[in-house]
């Protein structure tokens, strides 16, 4: 993967690039970010700019052996340490097979997309013990073709203690020319001991031009579709491929959205709990992705209310639901409402009975709504 393949950062590009070229390249980074923001392209195009014999324009040529090797995921040099289950397999190797495959098709993709790629039964992956011990076994071999051996560990944040504990003495002190690049989307799980000895690449919400164009360009949407979509991204590539890859899921949220609102306002307890036996029975995923789409359709009101609508960035049919619904979203309700949707989305990821969760969404909504 080049440097061009990943879409926005182009300052950090620029900085790695710098790096490089100065000989001055940190030995343990850390790349910051939501998946969608392009922590591991990122990583990869940094990777194949290092090890490429033929650098040109500030980027890798993707023509040298190196490239090539790189591009396909097979250099001899550049090593990978990811979550697995570990009835499937205690170490990555095991499953390098599935995780070159993943990269090759979509390199933005989130820990569930992993998990499901690798486990139909959707256990919870981790880094063990056993990974640590393969990671020191391959970094004190020699390089193999003489230059740097670079180790790219995604989320480091899913190591279990004893294996920090073992990965930390050669973060610390590595063997010659060897690199460390960590990729977390979650910085707060991070051990502090493991954090303090990297170098923070903080990466940054996507422009959303920049979204919007990759949208047009990959799923030949039209304008307002891709404008729609972009805003409801809030700069996460990947949100905005998984909403554009089916135009019916976003016709779904909106609708859902809608449905539960109403019914609320109307204080109609049969139509909430419908409701939400419905969404119950819809993927965690797709609840995740609602709960977000809430949260967006929240603000959108808020800046409707105070800054006017030509700021507001949706679609037509959300803007005509939005022109009815904003008014009952104020400065006297709208901290509860994004604190609700939020602690429901942590709930739902730590599997809160999503029955249960929605339908008690469905009261607290019909509560706010009636103290605007």
């Known amino acids: 993967m080049r440097f061009k393949d990943v879409v926005g950062q182009n300052n950090l590009k620029s900085k790695l ?3 490089v070229l100065d000989e001055k390249i940190s030995h ?11 922590t591991l392209p990122l990583a990869l195009s940094f990777a194949q700019y290092i090890f490429c014999e033929a650098k040109i324009d500030g980027d890798s040529c993707g023509e040298c052996p190196s490239c090539r090797q790189v591009n396909e995921l097979q250099h001899p040099d550049l090593h990978f340490s990811f979550p697995t289950v570990q009835k499937i397999s205690k170490i990555s190797d095991g499953l390098i097979t599935e995780w070159r495959q993943q990269i090759k098709e979509q390199p933005y993709f989130s820990s569930f997309d992993w998990i499901k790629r690798i486990d139909p039964k959707e256990a919870k992956p981790i880094i063990s013990v056993h990974e640590s011990a ?6 004190r071999l020699k390089s193999y073709q003489g230059g740097y ?17 073992k990965i930390l003495k050669i973060l610390e002190e590595p063997p010659n020319k060897t690199l460390f690049l960590l990729i977390s989307a979650n910085a707060d799980m991070l051990l502090d001991t493991i954090r303090s000895r990297c170098q923070i690449v903080q990466l940054q919400r996507v422009d959303s031009y920049l979204i919007e164009e990759e949208i047009r360009k990959t799923f030949n949407l039209d304008k307002e579709k891709c404008q729609s979509i972009t805003s409801f991204s809030q700069g996460d590539l990947l949100k905005a491929y ?36 419905v969404m119950a029975k819809k993927g965690k995923e797709r609840q995740k992705i609602f709960l977000n789409y809430t949260l967006h359709m929240l603000r959108q009101c808020i800046v409707k209310n105070y800054m006017g609508e030509k700021l507001v960035q949706v679609s037509k049919e959300e803007g005509a639901f939005i022109e009815r619904f904003s008014p009952f979203v104020s400065g006297n309700n709208i901290r509860e409402f994004m604190k609700t949707f939020d602690e429901a989305f942590y709930q739902l990821e ?3 009975n999503p029955k249960i969760l929605f339908t008690l969404l469905c009261f607290q909504s019909m509560r706010l709504l009636h103290k605007h």
Do not use: H
């Not at 051996?149 to 504990?165: D, F, G, Q, R, V």
């Not at 135009?247 to 419908?274: C, G, H, P, W």
């Open 17 to 19: 690039i710098k790096e």
């Open 28 to 38: 343990a980074q850390m790349f910051l970010g939501d998946y969608g923001f392009g």
């Open 134 to 139: 393969e990671i020191q076994r391959k970094l």
């Open 149 to 165: 051996k670079i180790l790219i560990m995604w989320l480091p944040e899913t190591m279990n203690a004893s294996c920090a504990n």
């Open 242 to 277: 998984e909403i554009a890859s089916s135009n019916e899921d976003e016709a779904a949220l909106k609708d859902a959205f809608m449905t539960m609102m109403r019914s609320s306002y109307k204080k109609n307890v049969i139509e909430m709990m419908d409701w939400a036996e």
């Open 350 to 352: 730590r599997n809160a």
